[in-house]
């Protein structure tokens, strides 16, 4: 991969490949925004109250802007990186987004699909629609990672924490910015919550212990599956003590998602955390927060190496990857583009947008002067809010 972008670009130019969705982030949501219903369209699209944090996410990213260097030798890149002694081909990874067929029957499966056959790692949600078990079936020895919402019954959470390490999945993130959902408007204003109507729950009415608390199986009343996931979903009584039974129940590193505060990841160390994701949930819990670029620094001095730190949250094109690598990020999550990949293409889309990021990051490293994407630092950008050029240099 040493010259991906160039590859796949020369490949378009000379119409060895059709694309089947578009190339613009903006143009793919509008895409996807006239195919889907207001429902599903606003569930993934929206955030939450007036969607200033979806805001402060964009204009965070705007505001540190890239200072090229130029005679590098940029002819050969790469974009590897390293995460708890796994080497991955490029830092990107599929961030975990529940209820997937909502925009494509395939749902889960086609974006696990998706990564495989391109090589990044998968995280599938607690709240997919699809078994965890069957998407590991779809992707055989590819990576995946597993997302935990902690249930407010431990033994479901402990029992999910079981089935994913049996199933091959190699690390555990656990999100911690949604013990409950958010105000979030366009939901409310369209009453549409999936998960009521039995989507998004298939890691739950494939679990022995949820079953076990049924009267009958979900086959039989899906209505009061579905009341039974209402009730156990999320945990507003977690503390940082809590995190002790984490440990106890599986081996595998375990990441917390929605770190935004440096305190907050100096208390993951503490607890023995073995990595922080900082994102504030792509702007969908809490409005008015502050964008998770605006974040990334400080937790990355806090951290000081000990653990890694990836991040998510606005991340639209390859030199949004760029930053957030340059800004101390091991290795950083897309969700939105490739859901609007999945409703335009199924797995194909989901492909596409993966291939498109790659490239676009790897020519963005190269024209920037940069060889290595697990070598970037903050020497590389200019924040325009706080210095100027000429005070650097």
């Known amino acids: 991969m040493t010259q991906y972008g160039n590859h796949v670009q020369n490949e378009i130019y000379q119409g060895k490949v059709r694309p089947s969705i578009p190339f613009r982030f903006e143009e793919l949501e509008q895409k996807a925004r006239e195919k889907l219903e207001d429902g599903p369209y606003y569930y993934v699209a929206g955030g939450a109250g007036g969607e200033e944090t979806m805001r402060a996410n964009r204009n965070a990213l705007d505001r540190w802007q890239i200072v090229p260097r130029m005679l590098n030798n940029v002819e050969h890149r790469d974009l590897k990186v390293t995460l708890f ?13 529940g209820v997937q067929s909502i925009v494509h029957p395939d749902g889960e499966l086609a974006s696990a699909r ?3 056959s391109m090589n990044v790692p998968f995280i599938a949600s607690s709240a997919s629609t699809y078994s965890m078990e069957e998407v590991a079936t779809v992707m055989g020895n590819s990576p995946r990672w597993f997302q935990l919402y902690w249930s407010s019954d431990r033994d479901i959470a402990a029992s999910m924490l079981r089935r994913a390490e049996v199933s091959g999945y190699t690390a555990i993130v656990v999100t911690l910015d949604a013990p409950m959902m958010a105000w979030r408007e366009n939901d409310l204003e369209n009453a549409y919550l999936p998960f009521l109507s039995g989507e998004g729950v298939g890691n739950y009415v494939s679990d022995p212990v949820f079953r076990s608390k049924l009267k009958d199986p979900p086959e039989v009343d899906m209505k009061a599956a579905a009341s039974l996931w209402s009730k156990v979903f999320g945990n507003a009584r977690l503390t940082w003590d ?3 039974f984490l440990k106890e129940h599986t081996t595998l590193p375990i990441l917390l998602k929605g770190i935004l505060h440096p305190d907050d990841a100096k208390l993951a160390i503490d607890h023995g955390m073995d990595g922080v994701i900082v994102s504030n949930h792509g702007g969908r819990q809490v409005d008015g927060s502050l964008g998770a670029l605006d974040s990334l620094p400080m937790v990355c001095n806090a951290v000081d190496g000990r653990i890694p730190v990836l991040f998510d949250s606005g991340i639209r094109r390859g030199a949004d990857v760029v930053k957030a690598l340059a800004l101390g990020a091991s290795s950083v999550l897309i969700g939105r583009p490739y859901m609007y990949g ?3 293409g199924g797995e194909q889309g989901v492909k596409e947008v993966i291939r498109n990021l790659l490239a676009d990051t790897d020519l963005t490293l190269a024209l920037s002067g940069q060889r290595s994407a697990s070598h970037l630092d903050r020497s590389l950008l200019l924040n325009i809010e706080e210095s100027s ?4 240099v």
């Open 114 to 116: 998706a990564a495989s």
């Open 242 to 244: 809590d995190l002790n």
């Open 342 to 344: 999945l409703t335009l």
């Open 389 to 392: 050029l000429s005070t650097q």
């Open 85 to 97: 002694g796994e080497t991955y081909s490029s830092p990107l990874m599929l961030a975990p987004i």
